[in-house]
């Protein structure tokens, strides 16, 4: 997800320290949301084994799906940058989620 290991001496407020038989041994940064989203596709695209602009229409309604269980719409600018790596528009992406909130009888 593209967290950073640090000393513990380099841990800032907002980085998670692990200690090991009460001794400070790592730091964890974990990456801003938004970062995290670019590594949720990029493993995606490796999954798929091609781009995601270049998946069907039904395998790009499965990766929306995918990326809204892991959150990825809540994250700023989410749904710009999902419909970018898909080749679609915006108004495609939330065409997905409104289809997939529909057949939940949501």
Known sequence: MGAELLGPDQAQQDDVVLAWEGQDVIAVRLPQLSDSLDHILAAMERRHGMPLADLDRKAKQSVVRTLEARGAF??????????????????????YLN????????
């Open 74 to 95: 809540s994250v700023r600018h989410g749904v710009e940058t999902v419909a970018g790596a898909l080749g679609v528009s915006r108004f495609t992406v939330y065409n």
């Open 99 to 106: 289809r997939e909130h529909a057949a939940k009888g949501e």
